[in-house]
């Protein structure tokens, strides 16, 4: 079965400051979609960023990156310039090509933003 | 504008009250899902439909019933609802095909749904 490990419960990073989110998963799958979402505390569900396996080059939305390593099987996001309203919980997703592609969810890692 | 709709927003209820959260799309997807959220442990499938009438569980299915009868709903049933379903709720939905260029795969969410059962 598929998993998605966030492995920092909370991170903190200073304004305008650079901040990475670590994201591992497990499958023995080929061809996946891996997503990042933010949940501020409005609690909305936003994608930020995505990216499909098969693409070798980093997704990138302005100032969020990812830095996916397949073989690794890691998928991290990184904020740069971060903003107050960066402040959010962020969820790592992976799902699955096909027909049942579940979107199953890491743990989540809660980011806080100093000014 | 294109959305997911949940209704209620927020629900107290008590143990064996049957109840319904509702789920609306205006997108034409022939996928959705409903989700709980609970503190340390992200975001669980209860149930999913790939399109009317066709229905299949999630990771979390006890508890739980849905129903696909149009593309647009798929409401979530709770027959006899107990403490232990106290959660956050998410419906969500998307296109279904490959490729991320047109948005296929890419599930939209709902506000979600606050359930307290008493």
């Known amino acids: 079965a598929q998993t998605v490990t966030q492995s920092q419960p909370e991170m903190s990073v200073q304004e305008a400051e650079t901040v990475t989110l670590s994201c591992t998963y497990d499958t023995s799958e080929s061809d996946y979609y891996l997503f990042w979402y933010k949940q501020p505390p409005s609690r909305q569900m936003i994608l930020v960023i995505r990216?499909?396996?098969?693409?070798?080059q980093n997704a990138t939305e302005n100032r969020f990156s990812v830095n996916f390593q397949k073989a690794a099987k890691s998928f991290s996001l990184k904020i740069s310039d971060s903003q107050l309203g960066d402040a959010a919980m962020y969820f790592c997703a992976y799902r699955r090509k096909g027909s049942q592609g579940n979107l199953i969810f890491g743990k989540g890692t809660k980011l806080s933003v100093k000014p | 504008e294109a959305q997911v709709t949940q209704n209620p927003r927020y629900l107290i209820t008590v143990t064996g009250k049957k109840l319904t959260v509702t789920c609306s799309q205006n997108?034409?997807?022939?996928?959705m899902s409903w989700y709980r959220q609970d503190p340390g442990l992200g975001l669980r499938q209860i149930y999913y439909s790939m399109n009317v009438e066709v229905t299949d569980k999630g990771d979390v299915p006890e508890g739980y019933k849905v129903s696909r009868k149009e593309k647009r709903n798929f409401p979530l049933i709770l027959e006899s609802p107990s403490p232990n379903q106290t959660s956050l709720y998410f419906c969500?939905?998307?296109?279904w095909g490959t490729g991320t260029a047109s948005g296929a795969n890419v599930l939209t969410f709902g506000a979600g749904s606050r359930l307290t059962v008493l």
């Open positions: 997108m034409n997807h022939e996928y």
């Open positions: 990216q499909e396996a098969y693409k070798q």
């Open positions: 969500a939905s998307s296109l």
